[in-house]
Every structure is written in C-alpha cells, then in structure tokens.
C-alpha cells in the first residue's frame, strides 16, 4: 500500500472517528435519564409464584386435545397438527399474536387416557405425537414410534415470568435461537463456558461485533433439538426479554409473559415445515434481488451512485442494486433524500433502472424530535410515539440527534408509517433497508434501546417495552411490507436488521456490523445457517465485513462463499476504505468476475429454491445434516453448508488455506469444477486454489443454469435408478402467471433417460435448451425418440418430452 493511500485511510478513519464522538455528550445523558426513568417507573414484579405448580387434581378431553387443573395453575394441551402440539399453562400476559400466521387449523382427533397417576393425550393417526402429563407437572413427548423425544420438568412461575427446563441428552445438539454470533450447535459455544447461555433481547452491535457477542438483532425464542432418538422444534411464543441456558438442561427464564409453546417432531426439512405453517412463509422475492448488491456508507451523492455503477460496467461485473445510508438523507431524517445531493432522483432512479440496477434507500425508525419536522407534527397529531408512564415523550439520542419513536404496537401508526414509502416509490426507490430498529439508541453504558417501563398499545390492550421491544423491528417491517404490496404491482424488497418470529413473512435481513476477521467469516456460516433453522430463508453479511479493511484475501474468499448465499451484498463502515469487487485489482477482480457470473448463471436454481421456501418454508442455505439427520457425524459441521439439496459449499476460512477437508454426507458426489466423483459417508481433503473454493454436487441432480437466453441443465446421474428435480419460473416480479418444469432422470443399464412435464401458464422462457451429461463416456442421444448429433458430453434442442442417453457410466454410479 502506497504511503499516500495509508495516510488517506487514516485520515478517513480519524474523521469517521470524531463523527461518532460528537454523539457522546447526548449519549451520556441519556444514558442517566434511562437510568433514573427506569428507578422512577419500577415496574413491581406479580405476586404470583411457585416452585411446582403442585398436584395434578383432574383432566378434562377438549376439541383438540385436553385441559389439566393442577393445584397452582392450570394447562391446555392442543393438537394443530397430528404431530405439532401448543402447549399452554394459565398464568402472565397472554402474548398478543404477532408471531402467528394461521389461526384456522384443521380437526384433529384425540384421545385422553389415565394410567396410574399420570395422563396421555395423542392424535388418533398413527404419525402423531404422544403427550405425558404427570402428577407433578412434569411431561414427556414421544414421536409416532413411542420414543422418548422431549422431557420436561415441572414449570416455575416466578414474578411476572416463568422457568422452563427440559432434560438434555448426552450427544444432544442445538439449533436456531434466531441470529447469534457462536457456533452452530448452542449447547457447545466453544469459548470456553461450561454453560451455554444467551440472552433474548434484541440488540444493536454498534458498529462492530465477532465471535461470542450477544445477544444480537434477531433474537428468536425457537429451537431443534437433535439427538440419537429425532429431533424436535419448540418455539416460546413470549416476546419478553428471556435468557436460555444449555448444559444438562435446555432452561428457558422469561421476565414475563406467559409460558405458551409449540412443539413438533420430525427430521430438520418437516420441523421447518410445520413451524412456518405457523409463523408463516416468505413471499417470493424480486428475482434480481437474488443477485448482486452493492453499498457503502459514503456516497453521498447522485454523481458518486452514478459512477459506481458505470464502474461496474466498466469492469463487466453485474450488478443488481445499489444500497444507500444515512449520508443521502437531509440530517439523517428517516424518509429524506437530500434533493440537493440527488437533483434529479426520478430521473437518476429510472437511468440505473435501465442498467438493471435498483436504488435501495435507508430507513430508521427514529424521527427527529423537532417541530422543523413535518413527520414529528404529524406524529403528535395521531400520538404515534411512545411514551412514558406519565405521558411524556420518550426521546432518545440517535443519528438525527433527539428522536421519538413510533408504536409499531399500535395498528393506526403502522398505516400511518405505511404511507411515507409511498412518494420514495413514485420517484423510483426500489426497496428499503431498515436500520437501528431493535429499535437502537445511543448510550454509554447499560442497555442500547427505550427504557423499560416505556408503554406500548400493543393492539390495544396495553403493555411496556419489555414485551414490545422484541417485535418492534417486525412490526416496522410489516409498516413497510404493506405499504410496498399495497401500492404497487412489483413485490416488495424489504432488509430488516432487527425482527422477531415472523419476520419471514415480510422482510430479508443481513448479519449486521461484523468485524473484519478470518474468525468472522467462518462465524458467518454458523450465523445464516441459524437464521434458516430459525425460519428466516434470506440473509447474508457484509462481504468482507463492515468495520475494518479486509486484505485481499479475505475480502476474496468471503466473497466466494457470499456468492453462495440468498443475500450477496457487499458493505462497509464510513470510516474505512470502499470496498468494490475491484479495490484489490487483479487477480482478485478476475476470479470475483468469475463468481458472479457464475451466481447470475444459477439463478434459476437460486429462483426455485426461493419458491420452496414459499411453498414448504425451507431455508435455501442449510446445514449438512439437513437430508440425513441420523448421521451424527454431520452435527457439528459449521463451517460448510447446502445450497438446497443439490450443491455441497465449502468455505475457505483460514488464511493461506489451498485446500481444506470437509465430512462428506452420504452418497456420491462430483466435483463442480472437474466432475470428479468423490464417494460420501467419509472425510476428504479438497483442493481450494485461490481461484476457487470448493463446490460439489449430489449425485442424482439435474441442475439448471441460464446464460443469453439459453437454459442449460447439469445432469448428474443418480445412484439409484430415480431422481426428481423441479425448474420454477415466471417474469420475474409482479404477481402473473408462473410455470413448474418437472425433470426425472432414469438410470438403467448404460443408459439414463431426462423426462420433461410442465404445469402452469407462463411462456417457457428460454430461447433453447442445453443438456449437459456430466460423469459419463456419452456414445449416443436420442431426443424425442430421434437420435441427434452432440458435442462431447452435449446437445442443443428445443422444447422436448424424453431425452435418451446411451454411454459408459462408472461403475460406481450404476
């Protein structure tokens, strides 16, 4: 690095510097005034308390399950599903259903039996879960096969919350919890700790977070646990702050609320299932948002937006949108674009249009506590902001200065918020990423939000921040969901930073202010991973990181394992260097070119699997043990992951590594990059150069990919004699028409037989297609029962029914 780019830097890092401390003074008071408000609002702890909830006296059958009376309290066993039970117990705040999307479930049969001095409940089907309730409280969960799945101690009502333990086996595993910074498997952090805990309190990072930090932005009170018997999901739905522990027991310790949760069995795919059945199914996205985006904090301008994209052009890098900060806003006001800075912003939203690029724009909660604000007058109007229990203005430091916050709680605010998106969109704002929505707040010490005792309409029946401050930056995303469906034909894009259960349903999100480490891109792994488990299908990190300057290498191989990833997006902190797929120059453009031609040529496999998650809820990025949760082997892996069922990613994430060794699922798989055929069940050691990190494919899949027009679909011929793989396409946005593609592969003897059917009504839309035969000594092609010419291990046709392939297949494929 040249001595003047050195000085640059620091400079730059000096002002960004002086930047934040200018916030310190109103931190400081703040920080005091949250102190005093939360002693003068002291919120006084219930009454009601009890180590056991003491004799089960009586049971009564219901429609759908069975009522329990014990001495202290009381408990509702319900059936959704034959095999998804919601467990009650009488007692706190009833949570106001954020969470849930379906209230309709079907009927479920039931049968109550006594035997001695416990009772059982189960579903009448044969795959249904079995429920134990004991004389003291305590229960059991047995799968469809009678084994033990779940046991649970006798619940605590303590103060306004409750205690909840369940007994964790041995090899037990953990998963979800919503985003967090530790490995994959919770019960095992790898820092040391004998116990395992996290907190559930939604939570800004400030700046920079790495290995170990909690809590974080998402926190999600829902879990797998996975062990030598199955696995489960148990998802609390209690959105008051809470901390989980994991040691020979999973402890769950709400500060309030009531103890109402669900339980379902099943392998890792049905769990995921079952719970966004629930707590409903991310929409499809844009398909261009399944590309390439590009931010930084610091462009300040129209003229710098507009030359960050002609220098994408100029390199023959795709691009799909360009994130903007705070620095385009007027004093960092929330639904402000500096006209000053961006002349012309209709025009220049419709020029990127053009080039296939979309201007995504920032939003924060906070509004300027100002009556020079049109949007703080009309909050007053409508009392939209919270306030305390004397009914005064809660007002907190962020970056306008002094702000007030809506209550996203309260349905009239959340129409009143929907309606500022709307003139952003006529001037041809494509989407929207909201920020500091825990919601965030500038301190010094203790805790970075509201304080506590802040009221909340919590639809109505009233509440404080300790039960609203978790659904806060769900609430604002579902303001900003309805606002984007409701006005316009295009489906929204929306990248929430903070959430809660449910967010899927309206929002993406991204992993926040991560440092800039090898440590932290392996952490990533474990975090995307967790959010899938957790519900949330579409994430990614700040490629590279986004406080500090990544050398060349790392900021390389982050982003090769990005490109892997739903959400690719590249972002960085003001006070470091911009940090383009350029900025390191060659070969390091040449080989981040490559990768990102390679993800625009997968989108149709990238498009498809987003229409799964619509369908059954699964996360397109997922753990190894996904497919076959009864290898143990499999569930500790955290530094690789699925893309779907069909590509095997393993990171490079140690620095200088040229080849790394990963524990093959079962199976055979081919090497994407020169078909060799590796046998799964064992480890192997693969060859990473720094061109390449590596990437294998499941034996058995039929892989699309697109280029100028042109589908070309990667058979790999299966072990067994049949496999299944789906093409899902439409136009890209909007909500017309749409086509499935069904493709089976045969193997028989030396030859493989692709079979194509359709459902739908969109236009199949590509021009022809490819057939590439991967693995096999092709001899002869017959298309429709025609034979064809080919060209080595390819042909082109049109639309057809049947492809015959006649070749030398390796003898461990047949």
């Known amino acids: 690095m040249s001595l003047f780019k050195q000085l640059s830097l620091r400079i730059k890092f000096f002002l960004g510097s002086l930047f934040y401390v200018s916030y310190t003074p109103k931190a400081y008071l703040y920080s005091r005034k949250r102190d005093r408000l939360e002693r003068e609002f002291a919120i006084p702890p219930a009454q009601e308390a009890f180590d056991k909830p003491g004799k089960l006296l009586k049971a009564e059958p219901t429609a759908r399950g069975a009522h329990f009376y014990f001495e202290q309290t009381e408990l509702e066993i319900s059936f959704l599903k034959p095999d998804f039970v919601r467990v009650n117990w009488l007692g706190g705040i009833a949570p106001v259903p954020y969470a849930i999307a379906r209230q309709d479930w079907p009927d479920v049969e039931t049968v109550l039996e006594e035997a001695g001095d416990s009772w059982s409940v189960s579903s009448q089907e044969p795959a249904g879960v079995k429920v134990t309730v004991n004389i003291d409280g305590s229960l059991k969960f047995y799968d469809a096969a009678g084994q033990i799945l779940r046991e649970e101690m006798p619940p605590q009502r303590k103060g306004d919350g409750w205690v909840h333990q369940a007994q964790?086996?041995?090899?037990?595993?953990?998963?979800?919890?919503?985003?967090?910074?530790?490995?994959?498997?919770?019960?095992?952090?790898?820092?040391?700790?004998?116990?395992a805990s996290y907190r559930m309190w939604n939570y800004d990072a400030a700046g920079m977070y790495g290995p170990g930090s909690d809590p974080m932005y998402i926190c999600i009170p829902v879990y797998i646990g996975l062990h030598a018997s199955g696995s489960y999901l148990i998802f609390y739905e209690n959105s008051f702050e809470a901390k989980f522990t994991f040691d020979d027991k999973a402890t769950a310790d709400f500060d309030g609320g009531s103890l109402r949760y669900y339980l379902s069995s099943g392998s890792p795919p049905h769990l995921l299932e079952r719970y966004t059945e629930l707590t409903g199914r991310a929409p499809l996205p844009p398909r261009w948002a399944l590309g390439y985006h590009q931010s930084h904090w610091g462009y300040r301008t129209e003229e710098v937006v507009r030359e960050e994209a002609q220098a994408f052009k100029h390199h023959n890098l795709p691009l799909s949108a360009i994130h903007l900060d705070i620095d385009i806003q007027v004093g960092f006001r929330a639904f402000t674009i500096d006209p000053d800075r961006f002349p012309n912003l209709q025009g220049f939203t419709k020029e990127l249009a053009e080039q296939g690029v979309r201007f995504i724009a920032i939003m924060n909660p906070g509004i300027k506590y100002s009556r020079q604000s049109n949007l703080f007058l009309e909050g007053q109007l409508l009392e939209a902001f919270c306030r305390l229990p004397d009914g005064k203005l809660v007002v907190a430091p962020v970056w306008p200065g002094w702000c007030v916050f809506p209550d996203f709680t309260n349905p009239v605010v959340r129409k009143w918020w929907s309606r500022q998106y709307l003139y952003l969109l006529d001037v041809g704002v494509a989407g929207f990423w909201h920020d500091m929505n825990e919601p965030a707040a500038f301190i010094l010490w203790g805790d970075r939000s509201l304080p506590k005792p802040t009221r909340h309409l919590m639809e109505g029946r009233g509440g404080d921040h300790r039960e609203g401050h978790n659904v806060y930056g769900l609430l604002q995303a579902e303001a900003g969901y309805e606002a984007l469906r409701g006005y316009q034909d295009r489906r929204p894009f929306i990248v929430s930073r903070a959430g809660w259960a449910g967010l899927q349903r309206y929002a993406w999100t991204w992993t926040g202010d991560i440092e800039c480490t090898w440590a932290a891109l392996r952490l990533t792994v474990s975090?995307?991973?967790?959010?899938?488990?957790?519900?949330?299908?579409?994430?990614?990190?700040?490629?590279?990181?986004?406080?500090?300057?990544?050398?060349?290498?790392?900021?390389?191989?982050?982003?090769?394992?990005?490109?892997?990833?739903?959400?690719?997006?590249?972002?960085?902190?003001?006070?470091?260097?911009?940090?383009?797929?350029?900025?390191?120059?060659?070969?390091?453009?040449?080989?981040?070119?490559?990768?990102l031609e390679l993800r625009y040529r997968l989108l149709p496999y990238f498009y498809t699997l987003a229409w799964e998650a619509t369908q059954k809820g699964y996360p397109p990025v997922r753990p190894l043990f996904w497919s076959d949760s009864h290898d143990e082997a499999l569930w500790?892996?955290?530094?690789?992951?699925?893309?779907?069922?069909?590509?095997?990613?393993?990171?490079?994430?140690?620095?200088?590594?040229?080849?790394?060794?990963?524990?093959?699922?079962?199976?055979?798989?081919?090497?994407?990059?020169?078909?060799?055929?590796?046998?799964?069940?064992?480890?192997?050691?693969?060859?990473?150069?720094?061109?390449?990190?590596?990437?294998?494919?499941?034996?058995?899949?039929?892989?699309?990919?697109?280029?100028?027009?042109?589908?070309?679909?990667?058979?790999?011929?299966?072990?067994?004699?049949?496999?299944?793989?789906?093409?899902?396409?439409?136009?890209?946005?909007?909500?017309?028409?749409?086509?499935v593609d069904r493709f089976q592969m045969v193997l028989s003897s030396n030859s493989l037989e692709l079979t194509w059917e359709s459902s739908g009504d969109y236009p199949f839309p590509y021009t022809n297609v490819r057939v590439h035969l991967h693995g096999v000594t092709l001899q002869q092609a017959w298309v429709d029962d025609i034979e064809v010419s080919y060209q080595g291990q390819q042909l082109e046709c049109q639309r057809f029914e049947k492809v015959r392939f006649q070749g030398e297949f390796a003898a461990s494929t047949l």
């Open 168 to 195: 964790l086996r041995k090899e037990e595993h953990i998963y979800g919890l919503g985003e967090r910074a530790f490995p994959l498997n919770l019960r095992d952090p790898k820092d040391g700790r004998v116990q």
């Open 527 to 595: 975090t995307v991973v967790g959010l899938g488990l957790s519900g949330i299908p579409y994430s990614g990190p700040d490629i590279g990181g986004f406080q500090g300057n990544p050398p060349a290498e790392l900021y390389l191989r982050w982003f090769q394992m990005s490109s892997f990833l739903t959400f690719c997006r590249t972002h960085s902190s003001n006070n470091v260097e911009q940090r383009t797929p350029w900025t390191y120059g060659e070969p390091y453009l040449s080989i981040i070119r490559q990768f």
């Open 636 to 739: 500790g892996i955290d530094d690789a992951f699925f893309l779907g069922e069909a590509l095997l990613i393993c990171p490079i994430v140690l620095d200088g590594a040229r080849s790394r060794e990963v524990r093959l699922p079962q199976g055979r798989w081919y090497h994407f990059w020169d078909d060799t055929q590796l046998q799964g069940g064992q480890p192997v050691e693969l060859d990473a150069p720094l061109e390449q990190i590596p990437v294998l494919v499941k034996a058995g899949t039929i892989l699309p990919m697109e280029a100028d027009g042109q589908l070309t679909l990667h058979l790999y011929p299966p072990e067994g004699e049949i496999s299944v793989d789906y093409l899902y396409s439409d136009a890209g946005d909007g909500y017309g028409g749409y086509r």
